[in-house]
């Protein structure tokens, strides 16, 4: 969906390149998109976002449906710097580990006092 601008590729950027920026720049997040660091608009093409209607049908299951990978490089200064919405590239090594939607694995079993839900 997203095009090189000015010859600047998003996924061509690394992590060097966002070292480069001051935090303390109070127009931070204009020089970042005026450099070609992020891409001032979120790319979701080619994620699955989840609609109110797949949540209110998954509440009676339980079960939501999973968001799909996602490129993180695509906006690499901008997930460098800031968490996304969704939790989705706050780990760049694994991308969807953390994010919304996503079930959590137990180190030990659950108890409960009556064996099945009670805490």
């Known amino acids: 969906m997203f095009d090189a601008i000015d010859g600047h590729s998003p996924s061509s950027i690394t992590s060097g390149d966002c ?6 720049d109070k127009k931070l997040a204009e020089n970042m998109v005026k450099n070609h660091l992020v891409v001032p608009i979120e790319d ?6 989840l609609s109110i209607d797949d949540i209110t049908k998954a509440v009676g299951t339980g079960c939501v ?9 695509r906006s690499l ?3 460098l710097l800031y968490r996304s919405f969704d939790g989705v590239c706050n780990n760049l090594n694994k991308p969807l580990l953390g994010a919304a939607f996503r079930p ?3 180190h030990l079993p659950a108890e409960y006092d009556d064996k099945i839900s009670e805490p």
Do not use: G
Request: net charge positive; with cysteine.
């Open 104 to 106: 959590y694995f137990r």
């Open 65 to 73: 449906p999973k968001l799909t990978e996602v490129d993180c490089a």
């Open 44 to 49: 979701t093409s080619s994620r699955k976002l």
């Open 77 to 79: 200064c901008y997930h």
């Open 19 to 24: 070292k480069a920026i001051d935090p303390n």
